[in-house]
Every structure is written in C-alpha cells, then in structure tokens.
C-alpha cells in the first residue's frame, strides 16, 4: 500500500503529460475539422467560421485543452462530428473484441513460450535448443500482418478450419466466437511468442546457473521440479514487464490486424477515425489507449511484489 | 512489434524501492535485442560463419537493386501487361505478375528503393537526435537527464502506430516526409542506447582522469565519450534497420507509406492479400523478399554488435 | 557383513580411487581433478586444503553428481558409498539413481549462502522440500521437522522464520539455514564447501563449531574443504593438501602439522597469519601464480613455485607416496630429505 501511495504522483503526472501530449497531436493534424465536416468546396467562409465557433474551435489551445480534460476525466470524450455518435460509447462498443484480441494473443504466446523456452533453456546448447532459438529468430523478422496473411492462406482458404474474417460476439455463440477470434489472435501472438520466448530463455539460463539451483540439485529434487519451483519463478520478471510493455505494440498490431480480418475493435475504429479526419474521436481512442497503457504498466510495477518478496518487503 | 514501448525505464523519480537484477529494467527492445543476440550466437556459433557472409551477401543485393533500380534490364514496373495479369513464377515472368499484369521482380526491385531509403534515413535520423540527446543526458545527468527520460516515458506511453499514423498525417505521404516520421519514432530507443553506453564509459577511469586534468566538456564529449559511444550506436542500427523495413511495409500496407503508383514491399503484400485465394505468389514473393531482408539485417547486425560487446544490462 | 568385527570397520563409509575429472571449458579441457584418492569413515573429518583453482570445488561437485553432463569432459576413476551394508558404485549410478542419494546420503553445504538460497522461497518451503521429496513427509509434518532443524542449527525465533525469505536473514543466519537443509534427511556424508569464507570473521568460528558439532552428533563423516589450513588444523581428522588437482600431501592431522614434507605444504603453513606472531611479522605469500588447468606442463605442478624445484621435477610428475603410518606425499625432494641439502 505504501508503494502504491509512494508511485501515485508520479501515475498522475504521466496521465496529465500524456493527456497534453495526446490533444496536441491531435490539434497540430493539418485539416480544418470545420471544413471536413461541411465538406470542401462551394462553402461559404462565413459557415466554416460559424461551425468554429460551434465546436470551440476558435478558443485559445490551453482553454480547449483544459476543457476538453474537465470531460474527459468525467467520462464525457464528446461527441463525433461525422457520426453524432457519442466517442465513449464508440470505444465502450468496440472495446471488448480488442482486449479479447489482446488478451488471448497474450495468453496463447504465453502458453507456447513459456514452456519453449523452459525446454530451451534446460537443453541449453543442443540440437533442439537451437531449432527452437532459430524458429524465434525467424518469427521475429515476420510483421503481424504478413503472419495474418498467410494464416489466412493456410488455415481458412486451403483448410477451411477458421473463417477468414468476420467476428461473432461471444453473446451470440461462445464456439463460433473463439473461430472467429483464432486466427487474428494467433496472428498477433506469433510475434509476442517469439520475444517472450527468448527474453525468458536467457533468464532461464542465467537463473539456471545460480548457487541455489545447484543447491536444489544438491538437495535430490527431480529435474522438472527445478525447473517449475525453483527457476521459472526468479526468471519471470523481465518477462512480466515486457508483457506489460508489450501492450502498446499488441495494440498497434490490433490496428492493423482488425483490418485485415474486419474486426469491430477500437484499433479498425482508431484507423478508419484518422482517415476520416474525426479528430475528436481519434483524441478519444489515443488517450483512452495511452491512459490504459500507463495505468497497466503501473500495475505490473506493483505486481512484482507478489512475485519477488525481496520488493514486497522494501517498504 | 517494431516500435514497441520496449524501453520505458523507471525514471529517477521513481525510485527503486530495492536495487533489482538489472535485468528488470531492461526490458522491452533491450531485451528483444539481447535474446536476439543470444539466439543468433546459439544458432550460429562463434565466428563469421556462413550464415553471416549469405546474409550480408543479400544485403549487399538488395542494396545493389535500390541503387540501380532504373539501369538494371527489368521491366516497367508501373506497365500493366493485361494479358499477364496473375501470371505465376517462371512463366511469362520470372517472379510472375500481380493483378494488374505488372511484373513482380521489377516491382521488387524498386520497391527495395524504398525500404532501402527509409530505413538508412530513418536510422540515421533517430541516431543522430536520439543519439545526441542521450549522451548529453548520460554526460551530464541531473535534471536535464531527468526531464529528457520523463518526456520519452510519455512518447513510449502511445502505440508505436498511433504516432506514426499521426506524424504520417502531419508530415505526409513524401519518401523524405514518411522517412522523417519513422525516424523520429526512434529517437526514444537511441537516445536510451546512447545514454547507457555514455553513462558506462564516463565511469571509466580515463574519462576520470581527463576530467581530472582539466581537459575542456566538448573536448572530453568528442574525444573519449562519442568514439566508445559510437560502435554499440552504429552497430544497433543495423538491427534497428531491420525493424524500419517492417514498420515501413505495415504502414504501406495500410496504404499511408509512398504514395502510388510508386511500389513498397508493404503495398505489394496489401495488393497481393486480395488475389490470396487464386494467386497466391502475389502475396507470397514480396513476403518472402522482405522475410529473408529483415531476418538478414537482425542477423548481421547481431553479428557486429556482439563484437562490440553492446553492455546491454546497462539500458 | 559376514566378516569379522575389525573387517566392518575397515570399510569406509566413503572410498575415492583415482577420481579424475575433466572439465570442457571456454579455452579447452581443464584438468581440474587428477588421480585423488582418499577414504572416509563414519564420524570422521577429512580436511582438504588448496588455493582456490586448486580442483576442491569440482571434486566435492563430482561426489555429489551435480557437475553439468555437458560440461564433463571425462569422469573417471571410482567412487563408492556404503549405504546399509551395500556399496554402491556412484559413477556408474544413473541421475535418477544419483537422486535419490542426495539428501538423505550425501549433503552439501555451499560456500556463499547470500546467493545459495532461492530468494523467492520461504526458508520453511527450502528446509521442508527435501523432507517431503525422500522421506515422503506430508507438509506439516515437513514444517514441523524443518522448525526442529532450524532450533538446532541455533536459530532465533525459528518459528518465524520458517516464512521469513533469504533476504531477511543476515550472512551468518543464511549459512544455517544451509546447514539445516544438507542436515535435513540426515545424510550419512557431508561435504561442506569453504562454508565459511563468505562469512564475517566473527561468524565463522561460530559456524565452523556448528558443524563439527553437528557431526559428532550424528557420526556423519565429513569433508571440509578450505583454503585455510587453520581452518581445518584442530577440526579434521587427517588432511589431504591439493594442488593443480591433485592431492600432494596427506597425513593425519597431527602428523601433517608436527612432520610436513610437501614443499607446497609449508609454504601454505606460512601464508597462515598467527596470533602468536609478534606483530609486522612479514606474511609469507607463495611466489608465482597457480599454474593453470588446461594442457597443463608435465612435471610436477608446483615446480615453478617451488624451492626445492630440480631438473627432474619438471620432467616427472612425482607419485603419490607412502612414507610412514597413513602419511603419504607426493614429492621427489621433501623436507628434511638429504637430496635437497645436498
């Protein structure tokens, strides 16, 4: 508790540069919002300057900037100007395919690498070692999209097992759901396994050289029991961290993935946002995003107490 | 992902609350590039081998192809020869043509300008701001250093593709302006490459004793610092490189790379996604190409940075 | 054992013949244990004395089966323990087989207790996992024998420790709860690995009388490995004095403090600072380096450090010889040989 009291005024900071940060960009986009909407050509100056007015535009950054955070941290993004839809409502909509998206890539590259890279580090060395090292190195010079692609050509158009796009809400039918969330989660954790997995073998292989797995050794206990009890946990630091980091590249894969396969997530909104120029939505998505992003690696900090007692007990 | 928030650091007003394996820290591209390397030396053994010499060798290709692009004896690739139109390998053309009939290994061929261009551009641009701000901020510390790792805390805080998606919509579509945009999203990595290295060897006892001799700042940053800081710098660029090619081809392939009717890697593998069912060679020649290029530039550039002996745990 | 009272005692609890040991290191085969042979009975110490580099580590490691199987070069010679009545041929166990005698045969206590316990583990959790894993203990069974070994390896407040984690505990306090560990199933030997150089000075004697202590009590025989003789000069029983992997001197304490012939023994013997010295009594160090292990010279290792080095030593490796009750010594001109003065 102590810690969370103690990193709290640095989470704020981050929050409210991230938020400046998140309204400049977005304000510096070339393109008058006011004439995007009223569409170019044949409009009279006096409108555009009237749907100014209308939508604050004419006011000072630093007040719209205030104003726009005071709705914001009350929930309230505003509404799109293309759609008349509330950005909130558009995020919360789409928000659940994304995180399934994120979470299962996550939880599949977890599940492939964690016990990869514990066969990898045990056999440091041999044959199989290095076709498993090899095969990460390969799959990190594949771009997710690429990986979506040929997943696609192999699993849906040759094989027929998956559909090639399309998403079904878990609410209609939990099967069809997970067929449908296959292959783009697999297409984003392709790339996630090949990180993880060696980031953890090279932990692993250092852990595997410390005294008090020797010790274990020394005390009798089976091989595999080593590997579960005494190293994967001492490992597993650097890896939960670059999980938790790793959000922002899952999430800018999802951008690019929800396209290929026509996914209703926040990433094909964020992406069909910049291209229509909805600058109060795309404002919406990215600070939604970037907040979601520093309020989880917040939480991963504090979860390494849980993991290693020598932090929990600093205090 | 390529430009994930990989090195996000506590910054120093956050303390530690217990001084960690400094493996903790170095998440994120640190590690991704460290269990790179790893993997590589498993992979390949000690020594240039073969694999290096056939990987430089394609480099070497590829940069031969952008640079003579227009005097090489290939095709137009901008001419449409209808009767072509999804022609496999090794008929009508060597690499076949894509759905407009136009020939894929010339298409290949200067579409490597592209990549080629941006990536030396991009990398030579995040060197150079990135690597300067980092040494001064290693050099000199206190509070410069601080404010600099909190503003690319922020930065590191945005999905690498949201900035790019946005400074693409700043900037433009131009190969200089989308160079621009790619290389300023490195600024964060080198100026933490650069920082680290800087804050090792200003340790050093020969910088001590310069400093003790009363040799002048700029004379000791340009005579001690930059020439250790400088091959562990350059030597990451390679791998950097790499991870431009894919940024670049996911931007093209969402259609906000070069403009067409200029050919990108990227934009080959977008056109070649809709031919997927009935000619996949579209899709599957330029993947191919852009694989082996990325997985080759990890390869060599892992190769020279592990002669520098890159003190990783330090990012 | 079907034969008579004196033949049981002459099998020893634990017979090394001709151990050597190669190891693959990063610049070639490292020669770390040449020839070494000694035994040990029930509810002896053997002192093994050396430099560090000296082969003590990687021999008590290949007792103990825990040397990687890739990074073994060659493993030869012979090594067997008598468990109830059998012997069993160690080297030729397999690791399942090896297994099954660590813990509740042979232990280990480690040299550095900072980095030998697992940081994430509570000390219950490391005493009790051997208790469980051989003696098929449930856990509070295990909880409640791990809570009587920490009482008696003189731990404070055991009962809080058992969910204290290492980092809790200070050096001295670690290396305890080491001991507790090896101590756990009651092995039959213990090889204590410079157990108390990584500890504070005032500490280690404390340590050290632990676990003699302990020794006696349990009749275990001991291997105490050091690199300093006054370690081991009013502990072991007799002591065996290694160099470049092999053992050069061996005598029973006594006799090797009161008759040394091994020139490297005395210059070991002199590096000793004593209390009894008047002070800016000049140290002895041992000139020269420790040769090194890989493709090492022929003659004898010592002779480039050594006094008493002739023409012959650097072409014969001197065996290790016999010369009086239980004294042997492996050296072509001894101390208080006539060679040498003349």
């Known amino acids: 508790m102590h810690l969370v009291l103690r990193k709290l005024p640095w989470l704020i900071g981050t929050l409210l540069a991230v938020s400046f940060f998140t309204f400049l960009l977005v304000s510096l986009l070339p393109g008058d919002p006011a004439v995007m909407i009223l569409g170019a050509g044949g409009v009279s100056p006096e409108a555009v300057a009237a749907l100014r007015a209308e939508l604050g535009l004419d006011r000072p950054l630093l007040v719209r900037y205030f104003d726009w955070l005071g709705s914001a941290l009350t929930g309230d993004f505003g509404r799109s100007p293309m759609t008349g839809q509330s950005v909130m409502d558009a995020i919360l909509s789409r928000l659940p395919v994304t995180i399934q998206l994120g979470v299962m890539a996550i939880i599949i590259a977890l599940l492939l690498a964690v016990p990869l890279a514990m066969l990898s580090a045990y056999h440091a060395g041999s044959r199989l070692d290095r076709v498993i090292s090899g095969l990460g190195f390969a799959l990190m010079s594949i771009p997710s999209f690429m990986m979506a692609i040929f997943l696609i050509l192999i699993l849906a158009v040759s094989m027929n097992l998956f559909p090639a796009t399309g998403w079904v809400p878990f609410s209609v039918s939990p099967t069809a759901n997970l067929r449908s969330a296959a292959l783009p989660a697999l297409s984003l954790a392709m790339i996630e396994l090949a990180l993880y997995m060696r980031l953890l073998r090279t932990d692993l292989i250092s852990t595997l050289q410390q005294d008090y797995i020797t010790l274990a050794r020394a005390k009798g206990v089976p091989n595999w029991q080593i590997m579960l009890r005494h190293a994967l946990r001492p490992s597993s630091f650097s890896l939960m961290t670059v999980v938790g980091l790793q959000l922002g590249g899952v999430i800018s894969g999802a951008i690019i993935i929800e396209e290929i396969f026509a996914l209703p997530g926040v990433g094909r909104l964020l992406y069909q946002s910049i291209l229509q120029r909805d600058l109060l939505m795309v404002q919406g998505i990215v600070l939604f995003i970037a907040t979601a992003y520093v309020v989880v690696n917040f939480l991963v900090d504090l979860s390494y107490s849980l993991l290693d007692p020598r932090v929990r007990h600093a205090d | ?315 | 054992m079907t034969d008579s009272q004196h033949q049981t005692q002459q099998v020893p609890l634990l017979r090394v013949e001709e151990l050597t040991v190669r190891l693959r290191g990063e610049a070639g085969i490292v020669h770390a244990v040449s020839d070494v042979s000694f035994q040990l009975q029930r509810g002896q110490t053997l002192g093994i004395v050396g430099e560090s580099g000296s082969g003590k580590s990687v021999m008590a490691r290949a007792l103990m089966g825990l040397l990687p199987r890739r990074a073994t070069h060659l493993m030869e010679g012979s090594v067997s323990l008598a468990v109830d009545g059998r012997v069993l041929e160690l080297l030729k166990l397999s690791e399942r087989e090896f297994r099954t005698l660590r813990g509740p045969r042979l232990a280990m206590v480690f040299q550095d207790p900072m980095t030998a316990l697992n940081p994430v583990l509570t000390l219950g959790v490391q005493i009790a996992e051997p208790l469980q894993l051989h003696l098929g203990l449930n856990k509070a069974q295990a909880m409640a024998r791990a809570l009587e070994l920490l009482t008696q390896v003189g731990i404070p407040d055991p009962e809080g420790r058992l969910r204290q984690y290492p980092h809790q505990l200070s050096g001295g306090m670690r290396q305890r709860v080491v001991i507790a560990i090896a101590l756990a199933c009651d092995p039959q030997v213990l090889l204590a690995d410079e157990p108390t150089t990584a500890l504070d000075v005032t500490v280690q004697r404390q340590v050290l009388d632990l676990l003699l202590a302990l020794q006696r009590e349990r009749q275990m025989g001991m291997v105490l490995i050091t690199h300093d003789l006054g370690v081991v000069a009013n502990r072991a029983d007799h002591i065996a004095v290694m160099y470049a992997g092999r053992i050069v001197e061996y005598a029973p304490t006594s006799r090797l403090f009161s008759s040394m012939r091994h020139p490297y023994t005395e210059a070991l013997f002199k590096s000793v600072p004593r209390l009894s010295d008047p002070s800016h009594t000049r140290l002895h160090a041992i000139p020269g380096r420790p040769p090194q292990l890989i493709d090492p010279a022929p003659g004898c290792a010592f002779a480039p450090r050594c006094p008493n080095a002739q023409q012959r030593c650097r072409r014969e490796t001197p065996a290790l010889a016999q010369i009086g009750d239980q004294h042997l010594h492996a050296c072509f001109y001894p101390i208080g040989s006539k060679e040498v003065g003349a």
């Open chain 2, 1 to 315: 992902m390529p430009i994930e928030s990989g090195n996000r650091r506590r910054t120093p007003a956050e303390p530690l609350p217990v001084r960690r394996k400094t493996s903790y820290g170095s998440a994120g591209r640190a590690s991704r590039a460290l269990s790179f390397s790893v993997a590589v030396r498993q992979v390949f053994g000690s020594g240039f081998g073969t694999g290096f010499w056939l990987a430089a060798g394609w480099l070497l290709l590829v940069a031969a192809c952008a640079l003579f692009a227009t005097v090489l004896p290939v095709r137009d690739p901008l001419d449409p020869v209808i009767v072509n139109r999804l022609n496999a390998p090794f008929t009508s053309n060597w690499l076949g043509a894509d759905g407009l009939g136009r020939d894929m290994l010339s298409r290949l061929v200067h579409g490597a300008r592209v990549s080629v261009v941006i990536s030396l551009t991009a990398v030579s641009i995040g060197m150079l701001i990135g690597g300067s701000l980092g040494i001064l901020a290693g050099y000199f510390r206190g509070r410069f250093e601080r404010a600099l790792m909190a503003v690319l805390d922020v930065i590191l805080a945005f999905p690498w593709l949201v900035l790019l998606l946005a400074l693409v919509a700043f900037i433009g579509q131009s190969l200089m302006a989308i160079s621009l945009a790619i290389g300023l999203l490195w600024i964060p990595a080198y100026a933490r490459v650069a920082r680290a290295n800087t804050l090792s060897v200003v340790q050093r006892e020969y910088v001590l004793a310069a400093r003790a001799m009363g040799a002048s700042t700029l004379r000791i940053l340009l005579r001690e610092v930059l020439p250790n800081v400088i091959l562990p710098v350059l030597a990451y660029g390679l791998v950097a490189m790499g991870l431009v090619v894919i940024v670049e081809s996911a931007l093209a392939f969402l259609g906000l790379s070069v403009e067409a009717p200029q050919p990108t890697w990227g934009g080959m593998i977008a056109e070649g996604k809709r031919h997927l069912a009935i000619a996949p060679h579209v899709a599957l020649v330029p993947s191919i190409t852009m694989f082996l290029t990325v997985l080759s530039l990890n390869y060599v550039g892992d190769r020279l940075r592990s002669r520098f002996e890159v003190k990783e745990s330090n990012l």
